[in-house]
C-alpha cells in the first residue's frame, strides 16, 4: 500500500489540455474517486499514473517514488479496465495466474494467490470454467481478482462497472467496497456517474474540462459545493439554480444565482419567517414510491421538488412552496464560485 501524489500535473494532446495543473495527494488505503462528465480528464488523469500516458508537465509519485519516467510494468500497481479483457482460451484460474506467470513467481506462491483471490470473491467453484461460461458479474471479479493476486501498492479502477445492468452494477459497487475495506489498498476509481461516486468514495474528485473543481467528502461536496458546476453535478436530480429574485424575496442582490436541493422543498401550509415562499404550477409529476418528483413552473424559472407521497398533487394546481433560508446557497452569477449560505 502507498500514498499517490499528483503534482500540479498536466498532459496535453497537441493544442488540448486534457488535464490542467492537476494536484491530489491520495492517503494509504484511501478510495478515492475522480468523477466528472465525458472529456473531464479523468481518465487521462488514471492513464497517466498507469503509465499509459506519458505527462507533459508535473510530477506523479507513488509512495515517495516518483514515477514519469518509470515504465508501467515497473510501478507495482495494478488496473481494472471498462471491458474485463479476460483471455477468452485461459480458465479463470489461468487468468489469474496469468500475470503472476510473467513476473516469474514462483509456482506455489501463484496457487496460494490464485486461491486466497479466489475466496475473497468466491470465485473457487468457477476456476475451471473459462469467460464464455461466466455471466457478466463473474467476469468483473474474475477481472478484479487479477488486480488482486499482483497484491499491489494501489488499485486503478476505470469504469469498471459500465458494462453491467443496473442490478449487478449496485451488488458489485456492494462489492468493491467490502473487497478494498478488507484489503485496505489504496484505490483511484473513475466513474462518470455521480451516483456510484457518492455511495463509494472515502473522498470525491469533481473534474470538469481538465480542471479539479472540488474535492472532499461526499457530505462536503453535498452540503457544500465549490461552484455552481459542483452544484448541479453531485446530486440527483440536481440542485434548483434561479436568479436571485425568482423566489420574490431578492435574497442575494444582483448578480447571484440563489441554489437548493429539491428535497429541500416543502409545501407551504402557513406562511413562516423562517424559508423563503413562491407560488407555482404542477407541470409534471413522476412518481418514486414512497417519493415523487415534481416539476414546478413559477412565473420566470423553473423547479424540481422531491416530495413526500403524501403531498396530493395534480397537474396544473397551483400552490405554494418554500425553502428554507438555510438550505438556500449563493452563487456568483459570473464566475459560478460558492459564496455561502443564506443562513
Known amino acids: 500500500m502507498a500514498t499517490i501524489t499528483y503534482e500540479h500535473v498536466t498532459k496535453r494532446f497537441d493544442e488540448t489540455i486534457a488535464v490542467n495543473d492537476l494536484s491530489i495527494d491520495v492517503a494509504d488505503g484511501e478510495f478515492l474517486v475522480l468523477v466528472g462528465p465525458s472529456g473531464c480528464g479523468k481518465t487521462t488523469a488514471l492513464r497517466m499514473l498507469a503509465g499509459l500516458e506519458d505527462i507533459s508537465a508535473g510530477r506523479i509519485l507513488i509512495g515517495e517514488r516518483v514515477v514519469n519516467n518509470v515504465a508501467p510494468g515497473k510501478r507495482n500497481i495494478a488496473m481494472v479496465f471498462q471491458s474485463y479483457a479476460l483471455y477468452p482460451h485461459m480458465t479463470v484460474y489461468g487468468n489469474l495466474a496469468f500475470s503472476l506467470k510473467n513476473f516469474n513467481v514462483p509456482k ?56 453491467l445492468d443496473a442490478a449487478l452494477r449496485v451488488q458489485t459497487r456492494a462489492e468493491i467496497l467490502k473487497l478494498q475495506n478488507r484489503l485496505g489498498t489504496t484505490t483511484i476509481y473513475v466513474t462518470h456517474d455521480q451516483i456510484e461516486a457518492m455511495t463509494m468514495g472515502d473522498r470525491i474528485a469533481v473534474m470538469n474540462l481538465g480542471v479539479l473543481q472540488q474535492i472532499g467528502s461526499p457530505v ?23 436568479p436571485s429574485g425568482a423566489l420574490g424575496v431578492g435574497i442575494g442582490g444582483s448578480g447571484r444565482l440563489v441554489g437548493f436541493r429539491p428535497e429541500d422543498v416543502q409545501l407551504a401550509n402557513g406562511a413562516r419567517g423562517d424559508r423563503a415562499e413562491y407560488d407555482a404550477t404542477v407541470e409534471v409529476v413522476q412518481y418514486l414510491g ?42 456568483d452569477e459570473e464566475s459560478g464560485k460558492a459564496l455561502g449560505t443564506v443562513a
Open 220 to 242: 462536503e461536496l453535498y452540503t457544500h459545493p465549490a461552484n455552481t458546476f459542483v452544484a448541479t453535478f453531485i446530486g440527483s436530480p440536481a440542485m434548483n439554480l434561479l
Open 290 to 331: 414512497d417519493e415523487q418528483l415534481a416539476y414546478l413552473k413559477l412565473q420566470d424559472a423553473e423547479v424540481v421538488a422531491k416530495l413526500p407521497i403524501e403531498d396530493e398533487l395534480q397537474l396544473g394546481m397551483r400552490r405554494k412552496f418554500a425553502v428554507p433560508y438555510r438550505k438556500l446557497h449563493l452563487f
Open 108 to 163: 506455489n506462491e501463484i496457487d496460494r494467490r490464485v486461491r486466497e483471490a479466489a475466496e475473497v470473491l468466491e470465485l473457487g467453484a468457477l476456476l475451471k470454467r473459462k469467460p464464455k461460461q461466466l455471466s457478466g458479474g463473474q467476469r468483473q471479479r474474475v477481472a478484479l481478482g487479477r488486480a488482486i493476486v499482483r497484491e499491489p501498492l494501489a488499485f486503478l479502477m476505470d469504469e469498471p462497472l459500465s458494462n
